[in-house]
Each structure stands twice: as structure tokens, then as C-alpha cells.
């Protein structure tokens, strides 16, 4: 069975967090195709992997396309539409920080409208507080910094899916199928599944770290929550030195989506498909990186 591992991470090179410079924030006229298409291309052959990229400066200046709208599930990467939608509505006093909601693990299946059950021990801030209340600042919290289903899905409850949807088409997303639910095994069985591709997700990303969705302070929230999420993260190619060599492992599809505000700032999510050693995944997502930001 293949094993599905994903990291999303912020990298802020030389900067703390904060707004991209006007110079940065500016989108020019022409994207022009990245010169290091066959620098790319080249890892890409060599690795013997199946891999997309999609890449984008974040001036708008440069873009790489490969293979980009192949969908993959990503759980982490189809929260982020709810939460801008919540932000969204915050900003414009729809709803408020300190609203609260009622915390519960039950959730009506949106395949055949059967109840379904998130274990709440899993999630280690929602785990005392079903039967209670939760503001939407706590759950919005839970939701990307936990990777929770639980919050994630009473968020969902309160927004509505067609808004959310609305979300992701205003952001350019429209390779995002957006299913509704979360830990929803019985629609997941039916292929009614929550999916993205590269480009999508390179395209919300972009247009979040842009400033270009919601006001500058509510993006610097946003980019801030994903920079410092409780999954693994940090520089592309990077993993502990004490990890053991991985043996006979399954294939892995290592989704790896990358935010660089530096001297050279670019949003790049990369696909590999095929692989048995993440850590050979994880170099050759590194080695795409630093041949597009040579480029720019």
C-alpha cells in the first residue's frame, strides 16, 4: 500500500514575520517560463521518480508548470481555504475571534448522510472539550497547527462548503476539489475525497503570502500559523541526522509545498510519486528548489 507523507513549511530567509515588500507584493504584467526548466527536467529524469511542480516567484515574474495538475490528497493543504474563509469573515465582522462553538466528535457522512465519529484523543486541545465550547481562534489554531480533522470539520459546519468553495475559486484554486468533510472514511471509500494538485495549491499559497486575499495582518497571521504547524517542516531536502535508514519501505507520494520569503521569494509545491526513500524524495525536492532559485 502506498503511504501518503506530506510537509508544509515557511521558510523566512533573512526577514522575521512579516509582509513581502511592495517590490515583492508587486505582480508584474508577463510571467515568463523559469530558465531552469531543464536543470528540472534533468533532476526529474535522473531520479526515475514521477514528479510535479508547479513554482511561481512571488513578484509573478517567473513560473514552472511540470506535470502540475495531477490531484493528491493533502489533508493540511485543504484546510488552508477554510481558514482564509474564516479570516476572511473576521476581517469583514461577519463573525468575531471570541465566538464560540459547541464541540462535538459526531458528523453526518456526506455520502450517504450516515453518522461518522472523530476519535477526539487525537487531537490533544479538542480531547476535553467535547461537550463544551471552543472560540474560533482555538479551533482555527487546532485546525493548522494540529492538522485537526475534529476542528476542521466544526469550522466547516459554521461557514458552509459552498462559501469555501467560493474561497477557492476567488484565490484562483479551482484544481482543488473541495469535498466538505474531513476523517469522512465512508465518502473517502466512494471517492468523494478532499484533493488538490500542485498548481493549486501553489496558486492559494502564492495569492495568501502576497497579501493578495485578505489584509496584510490577517495574511502575516495565516502565513505565521503554517510556518510554525506541528508537522514536520523546514528547508526542502532537510530531515533529522538521527533518522534511521528507512528498509524496504513502501512507495511514498512525499508532497512537499514551500514558502521562501528571502532575497529570492517564491512559493513551490512539488509532487513525487514513486519513490521507496523519502529522504531521496526530500533531496530531490531540495535540489528542484535550488535550481529554480538559481534561476530567478
Aim: hydrophobic share 45%; with cysteine; glycine share 8%.
Amino acid at each position: 500500500m502506498r503511504a501518503a507523507r506530506h510537509i508544509l513549511c515557511v521558510v523566512l530567509l533573512g526577514l522575521a514575520l512579516c509582509c513581502p515588500s511592495r517590490t515583492q507584493n508587486a505582480q508584474t504584467s508577463t510571467i515568463h517560463e523559469s530558465s531552469a526548466r531543464p536543470a528540472v527536467e534533468k533532476l526529474i529524469q535522473q531520479s526515475g521518480a514521477d514528479v510535479s511542480v508547479a513554482f511561481r516567484s512571488l513578484d509573478g515574474a517567473q513560473e514552472l508548470l511540470i506535470e502540475a495538475d495531477k490531484p493528491f490528497e493533502d489533508s493540511l493543504a485543504m484546510k488552508i481555504p477554510v481558514m482564509v474563509e474564516l479570516y476572511a469573515e473576521v476581517e469583514a465582522r461577519e463573525l468575531r475571534w471570541s465566538d464560540s462553538l459547541p464541540v462535538h466528535a459526531s458528523f453526518r457522512s456526506i455520502a450517504d448522510g450516515s453518522t461518522y465519529h472523530i476519535d477526539p484523543s487525537k487531537d490533544r486541545d479538542l480531547s476535553r472539550s467535547v461537550g463544551r465550547t471552543m472560540t474560533l481562534r482555538r479551533l482555527c489554531d487546532a485546525m493548522i497547527a494540529d492538522d485537526s480533522d475534529l476542528a476542521a470539520n466544526l469550522l466547516v459546519e459554521k461557514l458552509g462548503v459552498d462559501r469555501i468553495r467560493q474561497r477557492i475559486h476567488a484565490m484562483g484554486g479551482d484544481g482543488m476539489e473541495f469535498a466538505g468533510s474531513f476523517g469522512d472514511s465512508e465518502a473517502a471509500a466512494k471517492g468523494l475525497k478532499n484533493l488538490t494538485s500542485a498548481r493549486a495549491l501553489m496558486v492559494v499559497l502564492w495569492a495568501l503570502a502576497g497579501n493578495r486575499v485578505v489584509g496584510a495582518d490577517a495574511s502575516m497571521q495565516m502565513m505565521g500559523l503554517i510556518a510554525h504547524s506541528g508537522l514536520q517542516g523546514g528547508v526542502p531536502g532537510v530531515t533529522p541526522a538521527q533518522a534511521p535508514a528507512p528498509r524496504r519501505m513502501p512507495s511514498v507520494d512525499h508532497h512537499d509545498a514551500t514558502v521562501i520569503i528571502g532575497a529570492r521569494s517564491f512559493v513551490l509545491v512539488t509532487d513525487v510519486r514513486g519513490v521507496t526513500d523519502p529522504r531521496a524524495s526530500s533531496a530531490l525536492v531540495a535540489q528542484i528548489a535550488h535550481a529554480l532559485s538559481a534561476a530567478m
